[in-house]
């Protein structure tokens, strides 16, 4: 008995040596043997829940420390750089510098010139900063890596606090993978240094702390003290090794072991040392009289596992974990019982575990290399022959998938103590959803990334652990199971064991979320794969094929202001089309309903100071409600609510929200003409968000995309050009020149949607980079800095008299504008593909917009229509307080001797316009729900058709309205004037309306012929 079942993959599958230029790369990454961020266990008794490091001096060597070392081969008198540096202290040039108050340039200008005084000598102090900023100095030092992921391992947040500054680039100078901290507050960014009280405060903000909760090592005295007086418990950092010996003692866990991943055996997870010695003694036939050493690896809570050093020999033990277990949840004792918990005892296999699956701190081509190897031991794995190794018996034959949700069922249910409507749910739908064909092979049962070990100096797994699930089943539950870690957020409390122990009572909401987010993928990220698959038919209505019953593809909703009737909370988010915001799942539906509520007490009330403000002298300069109402909604949660799921499946970016749950918000949200910028969905910013997430590079989204989704800063989309035809965006003639660094762009444009807003920070342009290679790929984008020189506005362009500022549209000349090379989008000749990726969602938000103005619209005609409600007639009368509720502004009327609404022709245009409304929302969700479920491109037909039908529908709904209300219509004592501008101007703006036109139509040829 004991050491048989030893699967160590080393001798079943000899990996083979892959030929890489990695060990160089990797040696580095081993000094670091603990790797992988394990977020998924507990804080260890901790009072502390961060860690917030300082970067220079304590994560990084000192600018001091290379500074000294640096004038000693340079001959510059001791001491220059760092006299030079605190100069001037609070308004000294280093000091502006980390505030961000002068460029890196001017920065050196000045620093330059202080050095040279100070040591009468000239000092090269370009030549200081490139070592400073040099990828071989400023390199973390592995003690800390090795730190911050004990420290992540245990639960605890960490954040970098940094007075930090911006290289020329306009990047700032971070040299750390900003995976490793859950928080990152830079000088430069903030506009504010340590040890001004406020920065700390903005990083405990961020990281949802109070002081005392955190620990904040720095190596300045008054850097520590400005924080030790805020109450955050500090460490002065003299030197990394001792700091971490230090935090090691307050944390009261160990960050740096001998044998990696593990820790002291846990009180109640003793074992029995001497008779374990004996029985391996005997076992073994070793003669020792030395001690056993024993300890617990940190991972395995579902079966604990423990290390065990005798006389020079490692191994490692698994045993049965203590307490009441579900059927067949812990299958241990079909290896081996003996002394009293069953349990196993096989070679312990050094190497490295990634506990961390998104693994951090590694290079990306390394990253792909481990992913790939994990890929390769499981297709080994998978090619096993059963038979020839005789293993044919290891499990039932076929219908595994089915068995393992039936197991799933009765697990859930064996330690189900209420009833969650959302498991509930899955558990109906997915027998239902089961592939058809399945395949029988080995299978691990349990395959992820912390289950391999992997060789210390080459992506090679050695060994594959954690076996007791293994069986003959479907190959496809061990990727599915090992892609798991992709689709979790990373900050998903994973309790191995916990959803079938004895505390399942109290993880509820655990189970309800990850039903919740089976759901999710269930029935919309799954069906990303369809997307890959050539889209044959367009007209076959794919969709539909995915459908249940046609009842639940269409669950009867309601809207307040229309017809529908009442849902059934039964039919509510079946996965099929949802038609009304009540059919929303319940946290979209409260989403909506928190946006409704916001909107009626925030929005409308401030409309007419926006609009007064949108006509006064200050017009130019962006509203300071706006910016009021902009932290309200963030406050709120109704905040980046537009990039789509399937553009951001992990929910870095914004709320996750499908393009059909969307569309119900922004349809909303296009009731106001401000609501859009209030909740940072506006365009065209959320088109170049959207650009970043999908193309940009992690570089360009830190520069770019974050200010922008914080609402800092705005952007422009420049493409049209006056003199050509540019709904044919081939034609951009625009030009994008190589010379040495830079890419030099010259080009006329126009119609530049937000460029004058003194906000807009960023504009993505398009140009031709190549004008002779194939059509498709002459185009480039690139993020050109509004403040690079040559960027010259000629004019705000007018649309019927409005202007539409601050942002506007303008006409605007590039002239010999230099751009650092790194700020193009994708590659050369890649625009084509961008514009068309980036004009996808965003053309469909003015579509769900436009359903919006079109409802505010019709709303308003039928208040306007009516008799007035004794309540509003009490209000004209100034004998109740007035409403301040958008349809309370609206004066009904009388014309020759009756009410409006009983004219006729009045009741003719609210039905026409109500029928109009309902059918193009049912094509706006159409779009939305194909885009959801089979991807942009599959949804091009019904794009264009909605496309081609909304903004017109928009302006006869409105231009019915306008004719209500007489000439007031005209007027910007309603919004209905800006309503109609905008749904004609989205005639054009949105690619004109014979262009789709002529897309529907190819597509309808295409396919019936
Ligand atoms: C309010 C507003 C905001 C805008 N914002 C931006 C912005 O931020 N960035 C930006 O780059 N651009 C912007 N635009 C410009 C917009 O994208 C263009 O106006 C649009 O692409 C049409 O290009 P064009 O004006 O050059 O018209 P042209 O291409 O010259 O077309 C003129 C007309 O020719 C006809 N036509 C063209 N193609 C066809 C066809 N295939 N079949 C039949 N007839 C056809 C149509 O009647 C069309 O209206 C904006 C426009 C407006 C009105």
């Given at each position: 008995m004991g050491l048989g079942f030893t699967m160590c993959v080393r001798s079943c599958f000899q990996s083979s040596c892959l030929q890489w230029a990695w060990r160089t790369a990797f040696l580095k990454h081993i000094q670091r043997r603990h790797q992988g961020s394990h977020r998924w266990t507990h804080l260890g008794g901790s009072t502390y829940r961060a860690v917030i490091f300082d970067m220079g001096g304590v994560l990084i060597p000192s600018p001091g420390r290379v500074a000294a070392e640096w004038e000693v081969q340079n001959r510059i008198p001791s001491g220059t750089i760092l006299k030079a540096l605190m100069e001037g202290g609070e308004n000294g040039p280093w000091m502006r510098f980390m505030r961000a108050e002068i460029t890196a340039e001017g920065f050196l200008r000045e620093f330059g010139r202080l050095c040279s005084e100070m040591s009468k000598t000239s000092v090269p102090v370009d030549s200081f900063f490139s070592l400073l900023t040099s990828e071989r100095v400023a390199k973390q030092f592995p003690v800390m890596t090795e730190a911050i992921t004990q420290i992540r391992a245990k639960g605890l947040q960490t954040a970098v606090l940094s007075n930090n500054f911006y290289l020329p680039n306009q990047k700032s100078f971070l040299p750390l993978d900003r995976k490793q901290f859950d928080v990152v507050v830079e000088s430069c960014v903030e506009g504010i240094c340590k040890p001004d009280p406020r920065i700390y405060k903005l990083c405990l903000e961020r990281l949802g702390l109070q002081p005392s909760e955190s620990i904040f090592l720095d190596d300045l005295g008054p850097n520590v003290k400005a924080a030790a007086s805020l109450g955050i418990h500090t460490i002065k950092v003299n030197d990394p090794e001792t700091a971490v010996k230090e935090l090691e003692a307050l944390l009261g866990f160990t960050l740096r072991l001998g044998v990696p991943n593990t820790q002291p055996v846990r009180k109640t997870m003793e074992i029995p040392k001497d008779s374990l010695k004996k029985y391996l003694k005997d076992l073994l036939g070793i003669q020792t009289t030395g001690p056993l050493e024993l300890l617990q690896f940190d991972h395995g809570q579902s079966n604990p596992t423990y290390y065990i050093s005798l006389a020079n020999r490692d191994l490692v033990l698994r045993k049965k974990p203590p307490g009441t277990l579900l059927p067949s949840a812990h299958a241990i004792e079909r290896e081996f019982s003996v002394v009293g918990t069953p349990f196993y005892v096989m070679e312990y296999c050094p190497g490295l575990i990634y506990k961390d699956p998104s693994l951090p701190g590694l290079e990306p081509s390394h990253r792909r290399a481990i992913y790939t190897a994990m890929n390769t031991v499981l297709c080994k794995i998978h090619s096993v022959d059963p038979q020839a190794v005789g293993l044919e018996d290891y499990g039932k034959q076929g219908a595994y998938i089915p068995r393992q949700v039936r197991t799933w069922v009765k697990q859930y249910r064996a330690s189900e103590t209420s009833t969650i409507p959302a498991m509930e749910r899955l558990i109906e739908w997915l027998p239902l959803h089961l592939p058809h064909q399945q395949r029988t092979t080995l299978v691990?049962?349990?395959?992820?990334?912390?289950?391999l070990v992997f060789h210390p100096e080459k992506p090679e797994v050695l060994a594959v652990l954690d076996w007791e699930l293994s069986t003959l089943g479907d190959p496809l539950i061990d990727v599915a199971y090992s892609c798991l870690a992709h689709y979790l957020p990373s900050s998903f409390p994973v309790l191995r064991g916990q959803a079938s122990s004895a505390h399942a009572e109290q993880t509820g909401k655990l189970t309800e979320f990850v039903s919740n987010l089976a759901w999710d993928f269930a029935v919309k990220e799954g069906f990303r794969v369809f997307k890959e698959m050539p889209f044959k038919n367009p007209l076959t209505r794919s969709c539909h094929t995915w459908a249940r019953s046609q009842s639940q593809w269409y669950p009867i909703g309601t809207r307040s202001y229309s017809s529908v009737p009442e849902a059934s909370p039964a039919h509510a988010?079946?996965?099929?089309?949802?038609?009304?915001?009540?059919?929303?799942s319940p946290p979209v539906r409260e989403l909506y309903h928190r946006l409704k509520r916001f909107m009626e007490q925030h929005v409308y009330p401030a409309e007419p100071e926006l609009q007064s403000h949108q006509a006064s002298a200050a017009r130019w300069s962006p509203s300071p409600l706006i910016e009021d109402l902009k932290e309200k909604a963030k406050a709120e949660g109704?905040?980046?609510?537009?990039?789509p799921l399937e553009a951001d499946p992990e929910k870095k970016y914004g709320a996750g929200l499908t393009n059909v749950e969307y569309a119900h918000l922004c349809e909303l949200m296009g009731t106001s003409l401000y609501a859009p910028e209030i909740c940072n969905c506006s365009a065209p910013d959320t088109g170049n968000m959207e650009l970043l997430v999908r193309y940009g590079t992690e570089a360009q989204k830190a520069r770019w995309l974050m200010p922008l989704l914080e609402g800092k800063a705005r952007s422009c989309f420049a493409m049209t050009e006056p003199q050509v035809a540019s709904s044919d965006a081939t034609n951009i003639e625009a030009s994008i020149r190589e010379e040495d660094s830079f890419y030099v762009i010259n080009g006329h444009k126009w119609w530049i949607t937000g460029i004058l807003d003194p906000r807009c920070q960023l504009c993505v342009f398009m140009g031709k980079?190549?004008?002779?290679?194939p059509r498709h790929r002459q185009q480039s984008v690139l993020l050109v800095p509004m403040d690079t020189p040559g960027i010259k506005i000629i004019r705000p362009l007018t649309v019927y008299g409005l202007e539409?500022?601050?942002g506007g549209h303008g006409e605007v000349r590039f002239e010999h504008v230099h751009v650092p090379k790194e700020n193009m989008v994708l590659g050369p000749g890649r625009g084509f593909e961008i514009a068309q990726g980036r004009l996808g969602p965003g053309r469909i938000h003015h579509c769900m917009r436009l359903i919006g103005f079109s409802e505010r619209a019709l709303a308003l005609m039928k208040a306007r229509i009516q008799p007035p409600t004794a309540e509003g007639r009490e209000q004209e009368r100034g004998l109740r307080r007035p409403c301040f509720h958008w349809s309370c502004r609206v004066k009904s009327r009388v014309a020759f001797g009756k009410p409006?609404?009983?004219?006729g022709t009045v009741l003719a245009d609210i039905a026409q316009s109500r029928v109009e409304i309902e059918q193009a929302r049912l094509l706006v969700l159409r779009a939305a729900h194909v885009m959801d479920l089979a991807g942009n491109k599959a949804a091009a037909l019904d794009i264009a058709m909605i496309k081609m039908v909304a903004p017109s529908m928009a302006s006869r709904v409105i231009d019915r309205a306008i004719q209500a209300f007489g000439a007031a219509g005209l007027s910007s004592d309603y919004p209905l004037a800006q309503f109609f501008t905008w749904a004609r101007a989205l005639r054009f703006a949105d690619g004109p309306d014979e262009v789709h036109r002529a897309t529907v139509a190819k597509l309808e040829l295409k396919h019936r012929i």
């Open positions: 691990h049962g349990d395959f992820r990334l912390d289950n988010s079946r996965g099929g089309l949802v038609i009304s915001p009540e059919s929303l109704l905040w980046n609510l537009f990039l980079t190549d004008p002779h290679a539409d500022a601050p409006l609404v009983e004219q």
